[in-house]
């Protein structure tokens, strides 16, 4: 499949239809209140729950908002439900990826202002957010959840514009709570915008090109603070992404959205869950806690493409690991081609949440020296990433996406008096709950872990001892006497 120029959400979503056992079509009428949930769970891969497996996209074509009398719309999940559907969605593959990703932010393609008479209709809808079809994923959630909203605004003090993912629950109506991760660009817009007085305008995208998407899932690590995410996607989707302006508020859009909620953030606070400790299913696999007091989106407008798909992500999951894994990857690859270490590839382990596993993967070792360079950088990286918690290094010869081929590196490779590296109280992330010191008394405060290396390279010096055999084909094999 080779998607045109940043193809939209739909068109790319066309070039999955021919292919066997990509896409599923859901045509029954199922409800957005755990039905959607419920059907996609066996697909959904880990951190999700077994009994579960990476599998297709499926598009629910009709899917019945909590609203009475409401039309029923069509959701699509887990599009980026597995790494190699992800990476060919924009004509590349896995291992390909990460490296055009640090090609397209040194050389970002900047957007443009869409031609009136390319801008593709769009139907107003009521700014009324129980009318969509938002899912609810278990009974203990505080609410239908926008898992998948990237929203695009402009600090007012800098002028720079922003595109970046975020957790919404719809509070009512026409309000969203929204969690920002402290010290991100959305956060900074938004204390801006208090400091002049004022609310910030903001887009809430749903439904985007790939190459787009993939851009605001960036860390801040890859994408420098004064970077357009809009430009890293068009030069990932190789054209610009293309703007028009909002209805209801001083704010641009994408235009070729699925959905577009126009809104302004303003400070709030207001509890994400009034009636209960609990907010969504996160991605590393648990129940998430709910914030006593978040920041709020007001929805001024609704905007949608005729037949217009809702696009979600189920929390844990493959997908979740995907979206937020290549782009860890590139940092990390940037990182380590910047030491001059012998590094061939970069691989965000979906079993971390694509952010707390990774496994580098080194090309053959040329002197003894390099035993140390291979230790010396899983540790750096450790140091220098704070959501990593653990660095697994193999070599050429063992295949990254394979847990099986890992393990096996792992079981012969490794002996773990030797091979392993531990530091420890290191900052961490605190959705992992181990890294608490109700959990742990050796860490000094929530949010700090202890990190591993685990080096299952061979040592130069019994690299003929670890050669794996190639079985001969047949033609290749001497005559017999």
């Known amino acids: 499949m080779t998607p045109p120029r940043l193809a939209d959400l739909r068109t790319a979503l066309a070039g999955l239809d021919p292919l066997p056992g990509e896409l599923v079509r859901v045509r029954e009428e199922v409800p ?3 039905g959607v949930s419920h059907r996609y769970a066996k697909w ?37 439900g597995t790494r190699r559907r992800a990476a060919a969605l924009l004509g590349t593959t896995p291992a390909e ?26 139907v107003a809808l009521p700014p009324d957010l129980t009318a969509l079809p938002v899912p609810v994923l278990t009974d203990e959630d505080a609410g239908p959840y926008l898992t998948l909203g990237a929203v695009l605004a402009t600090n007012p003090e800098t002028g720079v514009r922003n595109l970046s993912v975020h957790r919404m629950c719809v509070q009512g109506p026409d309000l969203l709570s929204i969690w920002m991760v402290p010290g991100r660009d959305l956060e900074a817009a938004h204390l801006a915008a208090q400091r002049l007085g ?17 851009s605001s899932c960036c860390p801040t690590s890859l994408v420098p603070e004064k970077t357009d995410e809009l430009a890293v996607a068009g030069a990932l989707g190789g054209a610009p992404v293309e703007l028009s302006t909002c209805r209801t508020v001083d704010a641009e859009y994408i235009a070729h959205a699925e959905y577009v909620l126009e809104g302004e953030l303003l400070p709030g606070p207001v509890p994400e869950n009034p009636e209960g400790p609990a907010a969504t299913p996160e991605f590393l696999g648990y129940q998430g806690r709910a914030h006593p007091g978040l920041p709020t989106v007001r929805v001024t407008g609704v905007t949608a493409r005729e ?30 081609r910047g030491r001059g270490a012998p590094v061939a590839g970069v691989h965000c382990h979906t079993a971390g949440g694509g952010q707390l596993m990774l ?23 450790l140091e220098q990433f704070r959501m990593v918690k653990l660095v697994v290094s193999v070599d050429e010869d063992v295949d990254v996406e394979s847990d099986a081929d890992l393990w096996w590196a792992v079981v012969t490779r490794l002996q ?8 420890p109280d290191r900052l961490g992330f605190p959705l992992d709950p181990t890294q608490s010191t109700a959990y742990s008394d050796t860490v000094s405060a929530d949010g700090r872990t202890a990190k591993a290396h685990f080096d299952c390279t061979v040592p130069y010096a019994h690299r003929d001892r670890f050669r794996r055999p190639a079985f001969t084909a047949p033609e290749a094999a001497a005559p017999v006497p």
């Open 307 to 336: 037949g217009a798909m809702f696009q979600t992500v189920s929390g844990p999951g493959h997908e979740q690991s995907v979206l937020l894994g290549f782009g860890m990857e590139a940092a990390v690859l940037d990182v380590l």
């Open 32 to 34: 957005a209140r755990f």
């Open 359 to 381: 496994v580098v993967q080194w090309r053959a070792k040329r002197s003894a020296g390099e035993d140390a360079v291979v230790r010396a950088a899983g540790e750096a990286v």
């Open 416 to 423: 773990a008096d030797r091979d392993i590296a531990v530091l």
């Open 198 to 214: 004022r609310p910030l305008p903001v887009a809430v995208h749903i439904g985007l090109a790939p190459a787009i998407l993939l």
């Open 44 to 80: 959904a891969g880990t951190p999700a729950p077994p009994p579960t497996g990476p599998g297709p996209a499926v598009l629910f074509e009709r899917v019945a908002p909590g609203a009475p009398d409401a039309e029923a719309r069509a959701v699509l999940i887990g599009l980026y």
């Open 97 to 122: 990826l990460p490296a055009r990703l640090l090609d397209a932010v040194a050389a970002p393609v900047p957007p443009v202002r869409i031609r009136e008479e390319r801008v593709p209709e769009r």
